[in-house]
């Protein structure tokens, strides 16, 4: 994938803020979005972009927006998390065991750094916005405003006829902090087609096989007969540029290169949650998604190393399992079925639109807000679209009764235990002779 706009932010990145202690307390951070593009390089949206605001994975305008400010306030809280001490040694490592099978140690040490405050109502409605924002142009329809100086950005996949890897990058305006916002699902436009099949590949328990009339829409050819599923080709099947994780993984690389000294956090909604939560566990950045499918199976076909701390063996009762180490936070509400894996089946509306989101476990922690139980919500896929979590959830005025009974503006950010994706499942290397073929009688 091109990248012509990261070379021209080097010429807008002359100084950056030093590495310092950091407080005791959240403090407030201001964002904007980074101007790079000259009037005539704007990109121009064509045609085919038009649809970006159209049904259940899509943003759209949220009714009520505040007026747009001069500057836009989260709140940053100190945190601590773990990343790997070398990110080529933890590349190495993670190909080695997918594509040999053979494991190797990663080393992870515990880093400082100020992180999202989760627990900000505020803080989430402008990230949520921010990921949003990356279904979208400034200045189009569609865009959330919230700072007028957004009108110019640095957007990325967004040049020429780019089918693949989108959204923005902002910035705090002393280049301290950056966030990348990574694009979901649209249902038409120039990405749709990539879009579903990466959600197929990641989230589906065996190649997007649902049942027999799925034949011809399968992913990969992994299906083994009798619920089981080849592990050795799914890995293969991951092995592919296509695959949205894997351009991610250089836009880290090239966004680390240019902000040597910032925090970078990574937000999204649905599959760019999905594709945040794993980048942030690959790098060790906090990251925070909403409404994203389960994305835990997706780390393990991966091979991704999850951060493992010494402790004492055999671990003691409660220890934190690797999977809750990632430094991802998911925010969703029940009322949505695709982060719970339940719009799933012959008969959902995804299998019906040609999509197997059958995943329901996730890296990190997870906020989940009671929309069904505290506003009467019935479950329906149309919940999903980021317009509802931003304006019916987050900045709803309602305060959120959690299991202990206190009644919080976001609810507590749990560990999801006893999670167990795609058990009808089994999984191992079959035989080649043992698998079906698309076009098999």
């Known amino acids: 994938m091109r990248r012509p706009g990261l070379v021209l932010l080097v010429l807008l990145c002359a100084s950056l803020v030093q590495p310092r202690d950091l407080p005791s307390t959240r403090v407030p951070i201001a964002f904007r979005l980074r101007e790079e593009y000259t009037p005539r390089s704007v990109p121009q949206p064509s045609d085919d972009a038009r649809d970006l605001a159209q049904a259940t994975f899509d943003r759209s305008t949220a009714a009520g927006d505040r007026p747009p400010s001069n500057v836009l306030i989260v709140q940053a809280t100190p945190t601590v998390v773990h990343r790997p001490q070398d990110q080529v040694a933890f ?5 080695r065991s997918l594509r040999s099978h053979e494991s190797e140690a990663v080393d992870w040490q515990p880093v400082s750094l100020l992180a999202p405050d989760v627990t900000d109502r505020h803080t989430l409605s402008q990230l949520a916005r921010m990921a949003g924002n990356a279904y979208q142009l400034p200045g189009r329809p569609n865009w959330y405003d919230i700072d007028p100086a957004w009108n110019t950005s640095f957007p990325f996949g967004w ?17 301290s902090t950056v966030v990348l916002s ?3 699902t649209t249902l038409q436009g120039p990405t749709s087609k990539k879009d579903k099949f990466n959600d197929n590949l990641l989230f589906s328990c065996c190649c997007a096989r649902v049942d027999v009339t799925w034949v011809f829409r399968q992913v990969c050819d992994c299906y083994a007969k009798n619920w089981r599923c080849d592990s050795t080709c799914l890995t293969d099947a991951l092995v592919q540029d296509s695959l949205f994780y894997t351009v991610g993984v250089g836009l880290v690389r090239d966004l680390t290169a240019l902000y040597p000294n910032a925090t970078m956090w ?6 760019g949650g999905a594709l945040a939560s794993l980048l942030g566990t690959t790098f060790g950045l906090p990251a925070v998604a909403f409404e994203a499918p389960g994305e835990r199976m997706a780390a393990q076909r991966l091979h991704l190393p999850l951060p493992h701390m010494p402790e004492p063996a055999p671990a003691p009762a409660g220890s934190t399992p690797a999977h809750a180490r990632a430094p991802v936070t998911h925010v969703f509400h029940n ?6 894996g339940a719009c799933a089946g012959v008969g959902s509306p995804c299998a019906q ?5 059958e995943t329901r476990c996730h890296l990190g922690r997870s906020v989940v807000y009671d929309t069904v139980g505290q506003l009467g919500w019935r479950v329906d896929v149309r919940k999903h679209v980021i317009k509802e979590v931003i304006t019916h959830v987050i900045e709803a005025d309602v305060e959120w009764v959690g299991d202990d009974g206190v009644a919080r503006e976001v609810p ?3 560990v999801e235990e006893d999670c167990i ?3 009808k499942w089994e999984f191992g290397d079959f035989k080649d002779d043992d698998r079906d073929h698309p076009g098999d009688k």
Not at 91 to 95: F, K, M, S
Not at 266 to 271: D, K, N
Not at 353 to 357: Q, S, T
Request: glycine share 12%; net charge neutral.
């Open 412 to 414: 507590e950010a749990r």
């Open 266 to 271: 990574l937000v999204g909604h649905s599959l």
């Open 421 to 423: 994706d795609c058990f």
């Open 353 to 357: 639109a040609g999509y197997a989101l």
């Open 182 to 184: 990574i694009k979901g």
């Open 91 to 95: 590349q190495r490592a993670r190909l």
């Open 335 to 340: 009322a949505d079925p695709i982060p719970q």
């Open 159 to 175: 040049e020429g006829k780019a089918d693949g890897f989108r959204g923005h990058v902002f910035t705090s305006p002393d280049n």
